[in-house]
């Protein structure tokens, strides 16, 4: 979801160093955080008992600043190309924050959403893109994911699905996927008698 389909980069920003700051913890952090579920980048920066009070800071935070969050260019387009049973939204996001988000950029979310609260182990586990294509009703053989963050990459070729890397939080030579494109604009699905047909329209 985010960095894929919406970007909240600047409310992220402001909100996890609001939190380090409170916290002294040094935001060099950030560097290495990107795509990982909140408690596991959390539980590497602060002691074990701090972990709960911090997640639980982080997603104050995070939920009471929802301005400058935009959709991605080609991000509504290309979900609203696809078919209601074919799609899903995995994310790290705890399900409020993921509501929040959403509902801040009105972007109409599937009716499948896993988020971190929905499985044991987050990203870059396979468990989210297990549970995606569970709910979907596929063999996740049969399922595309398109990622910005090597963390939710890694998961979904764990998973056993197809990959897509999309540059903007990390560049091109970050991002291990089958395929890697600029933008989601750069994208296109039709429907046809066998299935989805992804068409990949190069600058």
């Known amino acids: 979801m985010d960095g894929t389909l919406i970007d909240s980069t600047p409310a ?7 939190w380090a700051s409170e916290f002294g913890v040094d935001p060099s952090f950030r560097e290495r955080g990107h795509g990982l579920p909140a408690r596991a980048l959390l539980a590497s920066l602060v002691a074990a008992e701090q ?6 800071r982080v997603l104050e935070l995070e939920l009471a600043d929802t301005d400058d969050i935009v959709v991605l260019p080609g991000a509504a387009a290309l979900m609203g190309s696809i078919p209601e049973a074919r799609r899903a939204i995995v994310t790290s996001c705890a399900r ?11 972007f109409a979310a599937p009716a ?3 988020t971190v609260d929905d499985t044991p182990r987050g990203k870059p586990h396979p468990d989210p893109y297990l549970e995606g294509a569970r709910r979907l009703g596929f063999d996740p053989a049969r399922c595309l994911v398109i990622e910005d963050a090597p963390a939710g990459l890694t998961a979904a070729r764990a998973a056993g699905c197809a990959t897509i890397g999309v540059t903007g939080t990390h560049a091109a030579h970050d991002l291990d996927a089958d395929l890697v494109v600029a933008s989601l604009a750069d994208l296109r699905v039709s429907v046809t008698p066998d299935g989805l047909l992804l068409h990949h329209l190069p600058a």
Do not use: C, G
Not at 12 to 18: A, H, K, P
Not at 96 to 106: G, M, Y
């Open 112 to 114: 499948v959403v896993v």
């Open 12 to 18: 992220v920003v402001r909100s996890w160093l609001r």
């Open 96 to 106: 409020p924050l993921a509501d929040v988000r959403l509902a801040a950029t009105r």
């Open 51 to 56: 972990v709960e009070t911090s997640i639980a």
